[in-house]
T-cell receptor, first 115, second 118 residues
């Protein structure tokens, strides 16, 4: 079974600064998908960024980027130029590649962006 | 595109009654739908996976007779909480996945339903 660990329950960052959220996972599979989801106070789950394990290049989406270290089974999220609207819960998630695969979520990191 | 809706967004019911929550994929055909439960300040816990026209697959520890899931069409899945009790109060989220929608097996999430059982 796969597990996802987020070791930072809460983090705070000032507006316009950069913050990195940590995520580690455990799997014996060689190919899989990794995701970061954002859950703002509205509780709507929003996909922030995704990475396929066999792609060595780190994914980037505007101000969001990941540092994917496959050997270390680490998948951290970097948010640059933090904005007040980035305040949310952030969940790291893992999925195998089969079409019937489920998402395994980490416990989440609550990010507060301050003025 | 890839919008998933849930209805109702919020429901209050009396203990012992049943409540039905609908999950619809509005602009794609959802071959697989997932139901999650989320307690305050906690992560999403997968309850069950349903494929259109098939019986749902429940996760270990989830009572299938209490949480009835029906996926009768490619755009609709329902979760019925039977004989609800206060401990069933929670936030229920559905997600949907369509065939041929990209390479990441991406799930598209509904906005959630807050259930309060008095």
């Amino acid at each position: 079974a796969q597990t996802v660990t987020q070791s930072q329950p809460e983090m705070s960052v000032q507006e316009a600064e950069t913050v990195t959220l940590s995520c580690t996972y455990d799997t014996s599979e060689n190919n899989y998908y990794l995701f970061w989801y954002k859950q703002p106070p509205s509780r709507q789950m929003i996909l922030v960024i995704r990475q396929e394990a066999y792609k060595q290049q780190n994914a980037t989406e505007n101000r969001f980027s990941v540092n994917f270290q496959k050997a270390a089974k680490s998948f951290s999220l970097k948010i640059s130029d933090s904005q007040l609207g980035d305040t949310a819960m952030y969940f790291c998630a893992f999925s195998l590649t089969g079409t019937a695969s489920k998402l395994t979520f980490g416990t989440g990191t609550r990010l507060q962006v301050t003025l | 595109g890839a919008v998933v809706s849930q209805h109702p967004s919020w429901v209050i019911c009396k203990s012992g009654t049943s409540v039905k929550i609908e999950c619809r994929s509005l602009d794609f055909q959802a071959t697989t739908m997932f139901w999650y439960r989320q307690f305050p300040k906690q992560s999403l816990m997968l309850m069950a996976t349903s494929n259109e026209g098939s019986k749902a697959t429940y996760e270990q520890g989830v009572e299938k007779d209490k949480f009835l899931i029906n996926h009768a069409s490619l755009t609709l899945s329902t979760l019925t909480v039977t004989s609800a009790h206060p401990e069933d109060s929670s936030f229920y989220i559905c997600s949907a996945r369509g065939s041929g929608m990209g390479i990441y097996n991406e799930q598209f999430f509904g906005p959630g339903t807050r259930l309060t059982v008095l």
